[in-house]
């Protein structure tokens, strides 16, 4: 006999503004245990000290984070001039003094060179694996970590305050991969200064923002009222850029079954004009509830992913 598994069939996605300080794991666990979830994932690690938007999948959510992976990122970070750091964020320990203060325009000038694809160093202090281990691991150990640059893409970086000489705000929107912390610590060696990430604080990723996000407390308080569902957003969220097709309840079935149902000339034709370039994803829809992730391919849409919702 199959093992019943331990919690409530919860299927969704919450986007937490993820308190300072909290491991994106750790914020996973709480709010698997405020639904009661079988099952949780995040979409994107979020430093613990790091504040802003974490997206959570519960439930069948869970099937499309790899949809998420790809998406957009908007952070607003402050740097701290004066002062390096080996973390290259304040918990770390000094490497390098300076009393250089670059000025908001010297700064803006050089953020320009930063936009676009650019090749980028990831932080020693970075959860990527070296020959098994963690790099952070590696160098709390003292040592010495050498990470191969990797192609990153900025879309737009800008100075969005300086309130005084030693701090100024940058805010930019990027794709996969980009450290922040990094983008500091090139910045300060192209101005000539030393300078770290003292605040930092991720606004939106993809269609995840703190204009639809809960903060923890709010989700206890709803869990408390036996409401917690109303924290919920719908599994289909991640896929705000993926053409969806109505199907009938018959090529539903035949989607939760695993066949590929044929498309009609003008839903291949309406479906064409709406994919992203180099992209066959379509999200199937039966009355409003989300069925199948699937791939067009000759004039047919052939299951990927399969959903269970009710």
């Not at 650019?118 to 691991?137: H, L, T």
Request: proline letters at 5%; a neutral charge; one cysteine or more.
């Amino acid at each position: 006999m199959a093992r019943r598994k331990r919690g409530d069939v919860i299927d969704g996605w919450v986007c937490l503004d993820k308190p300072y300080g909290m491991g994106s794991t750790e914020a996973v666990t709480k709010v698997r245990r405020l639904f009661n979830a079988q099952k949780a994932g995040h979409a994107g690690t979020l430093d613990p000290l790091a504040d802003g938007i974490l997206p959570i999948a519960l439930g069948e959510a869970t099937k499309t984070v790899p949809f998420m992976m790809e998406a957009q990122k908007v952070y607003r970070f402050t740097i701290q001039w004066g002062v390096s750091t080996d973390s290259l964020d304040r918990e770390g320990e000094i490497t390098g003094r300076s009393d250089v203060r670059p000025s908001v325009e010297a700064v803006k000038a050089a953020l320009s060179g930063f936009v676009g694809e650019i090749d980028q160093v990831p932080p020693a202090f970075s959860a990527i694996k070296v020959n098994g281990e963690r790099a952070y691991d590696l160098a709390r150990d003292g040592v010495e970590v050498e990470l191969a640059s990797r192609r990153v893409t900025i879309h737009e970086a800008a100075v969005t305050a300086a309130p005084d000489a030693d701090h100024l705000e940058v805010t930019m929107r990027t794709g996969k991969g980009v450290y922040v912390r990094s983008l500091a610590r090139d910045l300060a060696r192209m101005l000539g200064a030393e300078g770290h990430v003292s605040a930092l604080r991720r606004e939106r990723v993809g269609p995840f923002s703190t204009q639809n996000a809960v903060s923890l407390d709010f989700l206890s308080d709803l869990a408390h009222k036996g409401a917690a569902s109303e924290g919920l957003l719908p599994v289909s969220t991640a896929l705000d850029d993926i053409p969806e097709l109505a199907v009938t309840d018959q090529d539903a079935l035949s989607l939760r079954q695993g066949r590929p149902i044929v498309l009609l000339p003008r839903q291949v034709e309406a479906l064409k004009n709406q994919l992203n370039a180099g992209s066959r994803t379509v999200s199937a829809f039966a009355g409003g509830t989300l069925v199948a992730l699937c791939s067009m391919r000759a004039g047919r849409l052939e299951p990927d992913r399969v959903f269970n919702l009710p």
